[in-house]
């Protein structure tokens, strides 16, 4: 098989003549901090979850960390988390002085498992103070069951929404469930402003708190204190707050792909699709669930499951490398990161640790077209009528 000479990598931004132009547009005003151009991304974001409060930060981290931290997350806490995540997710409570108290996933949509969500409850009671679902690849997770648990208990949910900007959950935007929802616009997101993030949430107090914590304990920003309407230097911080603001800059190229977003959502579905098509009726691959009884999914990343335990996956991620093809996994278990391994050396979650084996991500993102896919599934094929029986694979 001839091997394309471009890297097909994971997923690269898809930025358009809109986003140059809203860029040097904030690069020309004058003003290129938090300023107009963030004020109307947090707006036109608020406006497309239909939620009240959108709060601009400089990544899904750091709204996530913001967020734990209104909500009251400190030394000597519990927080519930997945152990299927982005590090951030637990980093966050480890930064905050708390304990991440880990949560096996469902085996077909990779989301937190209601069960350990109770168990963990029956264990630690009332020192639990937040719980954080991911929606996975954006497939939410399931709100209905998790809203019982956060009502019964009175344990607030903080969604991790990395992945799921363009997702729903029974008819809502993701963005209006739980206390609050953090989205990523880092470089490989649905929609990006090369790192960023926002906090939604339709709580008055939890937003003023959001935006205190995120820019210095300043009950104003920057641009209210600086521009003409607003000028007053005396201002002082009352908390001793961070700095984590996005800026007008990366704001610009958010008001262009958002603008962009439909667009951008069904090259997006239309691809995964294609790829749903392409690996239907494969025998050693499982394709991921695209819909729950509740929830549309964002498309973000394109996970499969190499279900023939002949097949090493890391040996299948090499040949696929020298195909020239870029994968990843989404995700490498927390627990098992060297830190946390190390910590809470007891912690068995078995449905994780099989996918640890046996999850592969492929490039999806909406600058590829079917042919590169197609690249992708012949390379597959080409490598597995290849394979040998002892667990390797060749080209
Ligand atoms: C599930 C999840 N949570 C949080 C993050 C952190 O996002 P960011 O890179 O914007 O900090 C990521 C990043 O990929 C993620 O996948």
Redesign the pocket.
Known sequence: MKIREKFLSLAVPDISDEEKREVTEALDSGWISVGPKVKEFENLFAEYHEVKHAIAMS????A?FIAAKVLGVSKGDFVIVPTI??Q??ANIVEQLDATPLFCDVDSDTLNINITDIEDHIKNYGSKIKAIIP?H?SGLPADIDEITKISDKHNIPVIY?A??AVFSSYKNKMIGQYGAMSTF???AT?NITTG???MITTNDDNLAELCRLWSYHGLPKDSWKRYSAENASPHVQSIVPGYKFNLTDIQAALGIAQLKRKDDLLSKRNFLAETYNEFFKYYDWIDTPVFQTEHGKWGNHVYVIKIIDEDIDRDRLMQELRKMNIGTNL??YPVHKNLYYEKKYPGVKLPVAEWLKERILTLPLCTKYSVSDLEYVRDSLDHIYENRLANKTVFI
Not at 59 to 62: D, G
């Open positions: 990544s899904c981290t750091t996530l995540t982005w951030s997710t991911v996975h991790d990395a992945h990523s616009f880092y997101k790192d960023g993030g989404h995700f």
